[in-house]
């Protein structure tokens, strides 16, 4: 019976795939979500309070955005609070852009929310791909080819003018005026009734590192996908950024795991979940839920649904303990631990779960220096003490994570 569910589950999304990408028509325009709450107010509600409501905020409407106190002298900051036009980000770090005729700049400095302390921010040479286009000044760097895209609704290339700021209900659902005027299930994306490609899409456009299909764009180069909106293919505007097996770069691992943030796309392709018709959203909740990450359910509780004991999705063990060799309620007895470790950069030694839930193996550290999950955790040991503990489990292959 389990596999019998788990079989139905994974192939859901594929079965209910059948709604068009174009089902919106060229005539629908965009409303702004705001025009969404009066028939969804209980969703509206939940939304309105996530990360993705409020990527950037402009402090003269929201004051209580700005974090660090700017009455403090820091020598990294020149600029005041006057300066700000809109707050980037919250939970990691926190940006500031000013504005200079119709667009917006980012400041020389960015605090960085774990350590409490302000940093520089240039982006160095040789670093994004785009670096070689723009001067290395943040005031000759403008958000709207370089951020803009992603983090607002419609935004217009020519006017540089949105329908929205920050990740609004149609950027995942489509312009909806059509669906306004007469609501129906057959005038608006659902993303949950795509195929699993098209809806994982959805996300990807943000949430990866690449390159429009076409560049410059008017004279400029952009880094985000320009012309893609709901209803659309993803391809046709934008690919991934590639890599070399064995060679690390600034974006990728030398085994293709994604070296710093922003990157769960590229990551989450490569996936035996992707592969099999697990999307986003199997996991997370963009409306928001009271998780980290906006996950449906606590991270265990998740991959546990289909990942048991004795599962033949594995792990094959009769007990999960038995599988990680920690204790119940251990930071090691998580899924996540192992499979989603902590390695890919999001400022200075803060780093974020890798999305491609293989486990990295010491070998692999030793071949290709990649950070292992053991070593993420046991820091204080010595490099070879991870392939000799793993050689002593008798549920491990030894030929797959401890070969000598």
């Keep these: 019976m389990r596999r019998a569910r788990l079989v139905w589950f994974l192939c859901l999304p594929l079965v209910a795939g059948a709604q068009s990408l174009s089902n919106q028509g060229e005539s629908a325009e965009?409303?702004?979500s705001a025009a969404c709450k009066s028939c969804h107010p209980v969703i509206?509600?939940?939304w309105s309070k996530t990360r993705m409501a409020n990527v950037v905020r402009d402090p003269k409407a929201h004051p209580e955005a700005i974090i660090p106190d700017l009455t403090k002298p820091d020598p990294l900051v020149k600029?005041?609070?006057?300066?700000i036009a809109f707050v980037y980000g919250s939970k990691w770090k926190q940006r500031y852009f000013t504005k200079r005729g119709d667009d917006y700049y980012p400041l020389a400095a960015q605090w960085d929310v774990t350590h409490q302390i302000?940093?520089?921010y240039l982006v160095a040479p040789n670093t994004d791909w785009w670096t070689p286009f723009y001067p290395p000044d943040n005031m000759a760097?403008?958000?709207g080819p370089l951020c803009d895209g992603c983090h607002s609704v419609n935004y217009n290339i020519q006017t540089r003018t949105v329908t929205e700021w920050n990740v609004g209900c149609e950027k995942c659902h489509g312009p909806g005026s059509g669906h306004v005027q007469r609501?129906?299930?057959s005038n608006i994306t659902n993303p949950a009734r795509l195929d699993t490609i098209q809806a994982t899409n959805l996300c990807i456009q943000c949430h990866s590192q690449g390159q429009p299909?076409?560049?410059p764009i008017g004279g400029k180069y952009y880094d985000w996908p320009v012309g893609f909106r709901v209803g659309l293919d993803l391809k046709d505007f934008w690919k991934l950024e590639e890599y070399t097996l064995g060679q690390q770069t600034f974006t990728h691992f030398a085994d293709g795991t994604a070296h710093k943030n922003r990157m769960q796309g590229n990551d989450f392709v490569q996936s035996a979940m992707y592969t099999h018709g697990v999307s986003c959203f199997s996991c997370h909740d963009v409306h928001g839920t009271e998780n980290n990450a906006d996950l449906l359910?606590?991270?265990n509780v998740l991959c546990l649904e289909c990942h048991g004991p004795s599962s033949p999705n594995g792990p094959h063990s009769p007990t999960i303990e038995a599988h990680t060799h920690h204790s119940a309620g251990s930071v090691g007895n998580e899924c996540i631990a192992c499979h989603m470790p902590k390695i890919e950069q999001e400022m200075a030694d803060t780093n974020v779960r890798a999305h491609t839930f293989r486990f990295i193996s010491p070998k692999d550290t030793e071949l290709l220096k990649i950070p292992n999950p053991c070593g993420v955790c046991h820091a204080d040991r010595p490099k070879t003490w991870a392939a000799d503990t793993l050689r002593g489990w008798s549920n491990v292959s030894p030929w797959r994570v401890a070969n000598p």
């Design 118 to 120: 302000w940093r520089p």
């Design 297 to 299: 359910k606590p991270a």
């Design 213 to 215: 299909l076409k560049n």
């Design 141 to 143: 760097r403008p958000t």
């Design 30 to 32: 965009y409303a702004g």
């Design 44 to 46: 509206y509600e939940r």
């Design 183 to 185: 609501p129906s299930r």
């Design 79 to 83: 600029f005041t609070q006057d300066d």
